[in-house]
């Protein structure tokens, strides 16, 4: 199947496309036709990472599934995509939310009522998602990257809630000031670089030579703005609660469990290995800032009263999880970060998912006149129970693998293959950051499980004792119950994920630690 191998990303990156394409053909009349097509897109999509999963070769690091052909000439721009054990479980992830929201979408959709405007957004936001994953060139990586800022923007700004528009300007001006610092520090690795190309191979085994100290730390920065707020990391966080709160339902699940994985994609991807110099000099104050967003997205959870509000500022602690784990630049660190990503996904998108189903049958989500779920709708009660325990990080669910070895990496973040260097002081200075981001453990117990006792136990408030509330619906199975079992698996198996990401992290950090 050469020609699966040379065509595989291709498709899972433009098939989504063509399906956009087909439902704008389709008059807006025709629902149950335009949800039909959206299905079989994403599910066809998936199908193709399905088949790139089974060729995978998981013992090595090589990248592939490569595609290299001329596009843009006259700036050495190429077409050029291919994935390695880090960028095929955001890629995989990617595909399988997707799918997931539309068939949560099917009898969820939100006002204005338009199945064809929304439907055909959430596809262009696949090729968004999907092409960064596998771009492997940096203007192609660029383009991807902000692809997926247009959908998003519209998502929010016609079907979130009452703020809707501050909320969506907000979103689009942070990500789009980042993005222009971003592709200034692209254009100077360019113009920097001996071959003056975009490839991101060829940038990856320069690593940053003859790049003086200085000007690394300085296009280093560039990078951290336009990555950082993606992720987005304190103090670059504040467009994320108000985007989640009013975005709807399917806008807060695709924004919580891929878009923030893009900037912290970018600094695996690119911040860490072409410009190792710059990393290293900016290691501490990443981990700095990842653990300040660990206790302040905790503290912030604790005084939210908004159930939707909470589960975003949750977001930017399990963020600064991740965030720990890349700026240790350890093997075991960048492996911690990846599963942290993928587990972060899961576990706060399906959060979304049961916070939109709250919302749709309260009319509400006011944690204050929440109450008896568990009483009204045992189902959807017991749901959100386990979510918040795959949350908070019980072992045996896949948010502990997401946390405790991102925890543990900063121990002594100078081994296996160390680039922090030696020195006692950064050495404390890291474990000092291990005991904080514990600490943060403890917090998300207290906020999750103060959600879960306001919204699931206790006695029904009066003015909802006499309505009906359904559990769970038909669609509402069929979308969570994969993201259930994917949770337990991980849980329980977390060999999953991290034999394939292990060779293709380890070869990334014992080359470039030789740099250093």
């Not at 000099?281 to 503290?299: E, F, K, M, N, S």
């Not at 119950?481 to 337990?488: D, E, G, N, S, T």
Request: one cysteine or more; aromatic letters at 12%.
């Amino acid at each position: 199947m050469d020609w699966f191998d040379n065509w595989a990303l291709t498709l899972a990156v433009f098939i989504p496309a063509v399906g956009m394409a087909i439902v704008l053909l389709i008059p807006k009349a025709e629902e149950q036709l335009i949800k039909v097509v959206t299905l079989v897109t994403s599910l066809v999509t998936l199908g193709v990472g399905i088949a790139i999963l089974a060729r995978f070769d998981f013992d090595t690091s090589k990248l592939q599934f490569h595609v290299n052909q001329r596009w843009i000439d006259v700036i050495h721009s190429r077409y050029h995509m291919a994935i390695d054990g880090i960028s095929l479980p955001l890629l995989l992830l990617s595909m399988f939310v997707t799918v997931l929201c539309v068939v949560y979408s099917w009898n969820h959709f939100p006002e204005p009522h338009n199945p064809k405007g929304f439907l055909a957004l959430m596809l262009l936001l696949e090729v968004g998602m999907n092409g960064t994953f596998a771009a492997q060139d940096l203007i192609l990586f660029f383009i991807f990257f902000e692809l997926v800022l247009l959908p998003m923007f519209f998502m929010i700004g016609v079907w979130g809630g009452p703020n809707r528009e501050y909320a969506s300007i907000k979103f689009f001006l942070f990500t789009l000031f980042g993005s222009a610092l971003m592709l200034l520090s692209f254009l100077a690795l360019f113009f920097l670089s001996k071959q003056r190309t975009f490839d991101m191979v060829t940038l990856t085994k320069l690593h940053g030579a003859g790049i003086v100290h200085g000007t690394q730390v300085l296009l280093f920065a560039g990078l951290f703005l336009g990555f950082a707020i993606k992720v987005p990391m304190f103090p670059f966080h504040t467009w994320l609660p108000d985007a989640h709160t009013e975005a709807p339902t399917v806008g807060s699940v695709l924004l919580a469990a891929i878009l923030l994985k893009l900037g912290a994609y970018g600094f695996i991807r690119i911040g860490l290995p072409m410009l190792p110099d710059g990393a290293r000099t900016w290691a501490p104050w990443i981990g700095l800032l990842a653990v300040i967003g660990i206790i302040y997205g905790a503290l912030g959870c604790l005084a939210q009263r908004d159930m939707k509000r909470l589960i975003a500022f949750s977001s930017i602690a399990h963020m600064g999880f991740v965030m720990l784990g890349i700026a240790t630049l350890t093997q075991f660190g960048i492996n911690a970060a990846i599963f942290g990503m993928v587990a972060h996904g899961l576990i706060t998108g399906m959060l979304f998912f049961l916070a939109g189903s709250v919302q749709e049958r309260y009319e509400t989500r006011e944690l204050s006149r929440l109450g008896g779920l568990l009483t009204q709708a045992p189902h959807l009660g017991w749901i959100l129970g386990f979510t918040a325990m795959a949350s908070l990080g019980l072992p045996g669910l896949a948010g502990f693998w997401g946390e405790f070895p991102s925890i543990l990496s900063a121990y002594d973040p100078t081994k296996p293959h160390g680039l922090i260097g030696g020195s006692s002081g950064t050495l404390w200075t890291f474990r000092v950051y291990m005991v904080i981001a514990a600490v943060g453990t403890v917090l998300a117990a207290g906020y999750l499980l103060f959600m879960l006792q306001r919204v699931a136990f206790g006695k029904v408030k009066a003015e909802y004792e006499a309505a009906h509330i359904h559990d769970v619906h038909g669609p509402e199975w069929l979308a969570w119950l994969p993201m259930l079992a994917l949770i337990v698996a991980l849980g329980i198996y977390p060999n999953l994920l991290f034999k394939i990401s292990d060779p293709a992290v380890t070869h990334m950090v014992a080359t470039f630690s030789k740099v250093l």
